[in-house]
C-alpha cells in the first residue's frame, strides 16, 4: 500500500515538474482513487447518501472560488453559465479534479469558461436536430426501430458540451416537461418500435419508484423488446447505484446502460464498485465518450480509458466527435485527431476496447461510423488494405462476381 502511494506521489510530482502538455499520459494501473478528499469530515453515511451529494453540488461561482482559485476564463463563464446552463458539480466528481492543474482534463469538462459564450457561424442550439424528428415532446424517432425517450430535463452535474444544453437545466427557458404517458402512448402505437433508450437529462435522477413504473409500463408493451437507459450518473454520483435501485433494474432486466467517462481519472473506486452492482444485477454496461481537446483527444490518455473500462465490465461503445452545440469551439477536438486514434487503437490493443468512433450528422442524419481507411482498392482481381501497421494485403475476388457499387479505386485519404 505505501510502495503504491509513493509510486503515485512520484507520478504526480512527476508530471507538475514536466510540461503538461508535451508529457506522454502516465497512468498508474494499480491506483483506483478512493475517498472524500475535500469532504473528509463529512460522516460517511451522508457522504454515500446520493441525495446528500445532489444538496451539496456545487452550483454557484462563490462556492467553486471557496474550494479552489479559478483562472480568469473560468470566473467569466460562471458569471455567464446561467444564460446557457446551469453550472452544477457533486462533490464526489469535485474532489476528481486537481485543484493546482489549470489544464485539468476533469475541470474542464463541468467548470464553465467564457469561451461557452463565444458561437460560430456553424454552431447549431439543436445540433444533431432532435426537434425536428419529434412526434411528441420528449420523444425523437429518427432510427426505423428505435426511440429516444427524454424523461427528465436535469442532470446530477452539467457537462460543459452538453448537445441538449438547449432543454437540459432549463438555463435557456425551453421549459421542458416530460410527458410520460403521451410517450408511452406514441410507443404502444408504433409497432415498428422495438427499441426505446431513456435520456435526458439523466433517467437516474427519477426516484425507484417512477423508474420501476416506467419501466413496467415499457414492459407491458410486447412490441419493445430492448430497453436501455443512458446515463452520467455512476460517474457524477455512483453512490445513486443503490440496491433497491439495482433491484428495480433486476426486475424489468434486461435494462442495458450507458454510461458517459471521458478521462481514466474518472475511473475511480466508487464508479467501480458501481458498475459491480449494476453487472451483478444483469445491466449490461457500455460507454460513450465525447472526444475533447485537451481532456481525451490523445492516444495514451484514450487506451488508458478504454482499458480501464473494460477493468470495470464496460464495453467501450462509441467515441463521438463532439456536436456542434452553440459556445463548444473551445472543447472541440479535431476530426483529424480522432481518426489518429482510431487507427493507433485497433489493432494495437484488445479489440474489446475498441470503440466505434461517430459524427452525429449535423442537422440530423444520425450517427455515422468514421473509420480510418484501411480498403486501398477494390477491383475484379481483389479487395487492397491496409493492415494495422501499414502494411498492404489482398484477398483475391477471382471467384466472386465485383458489383459496380462494391468498386473503388485508389482511396488516398491522409488526414
Ligand atoms: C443515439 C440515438 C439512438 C441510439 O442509437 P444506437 O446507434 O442504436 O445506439 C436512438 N435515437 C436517437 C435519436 C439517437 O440520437
Known amino acids: ?16 515538474i514536466i510540461n503538461q502538455r508535451t508529457m506522454p499520459y502516465i497512468e498508474d494501473r494499480t491506483q483506483w ?50 444564460e446557457k446552463l446551469a453550472m452544477a458539480i457533486t462533490p464526489y466528481f469535485f474532489n476528481l479534479i486537481d485543484r493546482e492543474d489549470p489544464n485539468c482534463p476533469i475541470r474542464k469538462q463541468v467548470i464553465p469558461r467564457v469561451g461557452e459564450m463565444e458561437v460560430s457561424a456553424e454552431e447549431m442550439l439543436d445540433p ?28 446530477a452535474a452539467y457537462c460543459r458540451y452538453c448537445t441538449r444544453s438547449r432543454l437540459v437545466s432549463n438555463a ?16 404502444e402505437t408504433h409497432p415498428e418500435v422495438r427499441d426505446v433508450l431513456l435520456s435526458g437529462g439523466d433517467p437516474l435522477l427519477l426516484s425507484d419508484k417512477k423508474l420501476d413504473y416506467l419501466l413496467g409500463r415499457l414492459r407491458q408493451i410486447p412490441h419493445v423488446e430492448f430497453i436501455r437507459i443512458g446515463s452520467r450518473i455512476p460517474v457524477f454520483m455512483p453512490q445513486r447505484i443503490t440496491e433497491s435501485l439495482c433491484e428495480v433494474l433486476k426486475k424489468h432486466g434486461p435494462i442495458w446502460m450507458s454510461i458517459h467517462v471521458n478521462h481514466p481519472r ?42 480501464r473500462l473494460l477493468r470495470m ?15 463548444s469551439a473551445h472543447l472541440r477536438a479535431s476530426v ?30 444520425g450517427k455515422v461510423p468514421i473509420n480510418p481507411q484501411y ?4 477491383d475484379d482481381d481483389a479487395i487492397h488494405f491496409r493492415n494495422f501497421e501499414g502494411k498492404l494485403f489482398r484477398y483475391p475476388l477471382k471467384s466472386f462476381k465485383v458489383d459496380e457499387d462494391c468498386r473503388c479505386e485508389e482511396a488516398e485519404i491522409e488526414c
Request: charged share 25%.
Open 33 to 82: 482513487y478512493e475517498g472524500q478528499g475535500l469532504w473528509e469530515d463529512v460522516p460517511k453515511e451522508k457522504w454515500n447518501d446520493w441525495t446528500w451529494q445532489l444538496r451539496n453540488r456545487i452550483t454557484l461561482l462563490e462556492q467553486l472560488e471557496a474550494r479552489m482559485e479559478l483562472t480568469d476564463e473560468e470566473r467569466e463563464g460562471c458569471r455567464h453559465a446561467n
Open 313 to 327: 465490465r464496460v464495453r467501450p461503445y462509441y467515441i463521438y466527435q463532439c456536436d456542434l452545440i452553440t459556445g
Open 128 to 155: 444533431v436536430g432532435e426537434d425536428s424528428h419529434s412526434p411528441v415532446p420528449g420523444l425523437v424517432h429518427r432510427y426505423p426501430d428505435r426511440v429516444l425517450f427524454l424523461v427528465t430535463d436535469r442532470c
Open 375 to 378: 480498403i486501398t482498392k477494390i
Open 336 to 365: 483529424c485527431k480522432g481518426l489518429e486514434i482510431m487507427k493507433q487503437l485497433r489493432g494495437h490493443t484488445t479489440g474489446y476496447a475498441v470503440p466505434q468512433y461517430v459524427i452525429d450528422a449535423p442537422g440530423g442524419g
Open 1 to 16: 500500500m505505501m510502495v503504491a502511494q509513493t509510486k503515485w506521489l512520484l507520478v504526480r510530482l512527476f508530471s507538475k
Open 172 to 187: 435557456q427557458d425551453y421549459n421542458f416537461h416530460p410527458e410520460f404517458e403521451q410517450g408511452l402512448k406514441y410507443i
Open 266 to 307: 474518472e475511473c475511480t473506486a466508487e464508479l467501480k464498485a458501481a458498475c459491480d452492482r449494476l453487472s451483478f444485477a444483469g445491466t449490461p454496461l457500455g460507454n460513450q465518450s465525447v472526444l475533447l481537446k485537451d481532456v481525451n483527444d490523445d492516444v495514451d490518455v484514450m487506451k488508458a480509458l478504454l482499458h
